[in-house]
């Protein structure tokens, strides 16, 4: 039987070397061109059918095993955040205004070394492992576009991601059966008012005024609406409108984010934005328009795959390392695939609580995990290989 763990060890100064240099060279999403083009051409030099620009700037892999087998997919986002790096590390951000503060350089180092380590052992896992190296999960649409484009071809039968953390130990798993992250709406409420004087607002309609109530009547949406039971959260992120203090404008504008996990209680906050904006609205003699601008679902762990998922990582990293009870309000467009294909999305810790957190400009964690991510994807694969499809 291989021992991928002790493999991916051996390996493990290639997949720091190219989380580094992914790292230098951060690439937002929709112009990962550099990185994919990296990761095409290791994915080449195993002898791996290799497809690239899907989804525009994603990279597809479809590695063959020994017998016949299911098609396992395996997912790896690729982009950086539009975020200014504070930080003296020696391989840190050539780029201004560009930062790998989330992970993916590290995701994607570790997709490059699983396929090191399978594309070695084909004999470790019998049907089909199909690479998918993602684009633009920071923009929310980057797995669509790739499903879009023919990325999942074949169909796999199941999938598998990871996200690493910087602010969970290294080496510990947070996995949980069904949510485990929430589905993101991005919104916008337009106020149309009456603009005039600032010194005569009886001729006026004030679109801020207005704004302002709707801001604090939308709150009650959690608190009245929403079972104590269940999560949601709404947030105004953005307001905007005017150009002078004595000028009351026509129109305000609001932006703000939804976070929920059951699709009922999903559209109930959509609804319920919509009636408050415009009752608010009507009531100052205003009209409000709520469009939703961006929308990614929950990410949704397959129950099944994901309790026979949590034993067989126990046994690689021992029980102590799995943490159940994870559900958390950030989102991942996994969540396109897991709406498709039944698998499980889980969390790798690669740093601890003294570590910065995620999508700050001094973002980081520590190298030493990313073998260990490479090793369990490809244990991963084999065991769930033997199931048949």
């Not at 060890?9 to 070397?17: L, P």
């Not at 109930?268 to 205003?286: C, D, F, K, M």
């Not at 039944?342 to 690669?350: D, S």
């Not at 001094?362 to 260990?372: A, E, I, K, N, T």
Request: hydrophobic fraction near 40%.
């Amino acid at each position: 039987m291989v021992n991928f763990f002790e493999e991916a060890q051996a390996i493990g100064s290639k997949i720091i070397g190219w989380r580094r240099d992914f790292h230098q060279h951060p690439e937002p999403g929709f112009e990962e061109v550099r990185t994919a083009g990296i990761i095409a051409d290791h994915l080449r030099s195993l002898g791996i059918e290799t497809r690239t620009g899907v989804g525009k700037t994603g990279v597809v892999g479809i590695l063959t095993g020994t017998g016949d087998g299911p098609v396992i997919m395996l997912r790896f986002d690729i982009d950086a955040l539009p975020i200014q790096q504070e930080s003296d590390l020696e391989y840190a951000s050539v780029y201004p205004g560009r930062l790998h503060g989330c992970g993916h350089d590290g995701h994607a180092a570790i997709g490059m070394g699983t396929a090191s380590l399978l594309a070695r052992h084909k004999d470790a896992f019998r049907g089909k492992v199909l690479f998918i190296f993602q684009p633009a999960e920071e923009t929310t649409n980057g797995a669509q576009s790739m499903v879009d484009d023919g990325a999942l071809n074949p169909m796999p039968d199941m999938c598998f991601g990871l996200h690493l953390h910087s602010r969970t130990p290294i080496g510990h798993i947070k996995v949980e059966e069904g949510p485990i992250m929430s589905a993101a709406d991005t919104f916008r409420l337009t106020i149309h008012g009456k603009g005039g004087h600032g010194a005569e607002p009886q001729d006026t309609v004030d679109p801020i005024l207005t704004a302002a109530q709707i801001i604090n009547a939308l709150q009650t949406i959690v608190s009245r609406n929403v079972n104590p039971l269940d999560v949601a959260v709404v947030g105004i992120g953005s307001i905007h409108a005017g150009d002078a203090a004595n000028v009351i404008p026509d129109v305000c504008e609001l932006t703000g984010t939804i976070r929920t996990y059951l699709p009922e209680t999903r559209q109930l906050v959509h609804r319920r934005i919509g009636e408050i904006s415009r009752g608010v609205a009507e009531i100052n003699g205003a009209r409000s328009e709520f469009e939703l601008i961006e929308s990614v679902p929950a990410t949704v762990n397959d129950p099944k795959i994901t309790r026979e998922l949590i034993p067989l990582l126990e046994k690689m990293l021992g029980s102590d390392k799995i943490e159940g009870g994870q559900r958390s309000t950030p989102s991942e467009d996994m969540s396109i695939f897991l709406q498709l294909i039944p698998g499980t999305y889980f969390v790798l810790g690669a740093g601890g609580p003294e570590y910065p957190p995620h999508h700050s400009p001094q973002f980081r964690w520590d190298d030493s995990v990313l073998p260990l991510g490479a090793a369990m994807m490809a244990g991963i694969v084999s065991h769930f290989s033997q199931k048949g499809q």
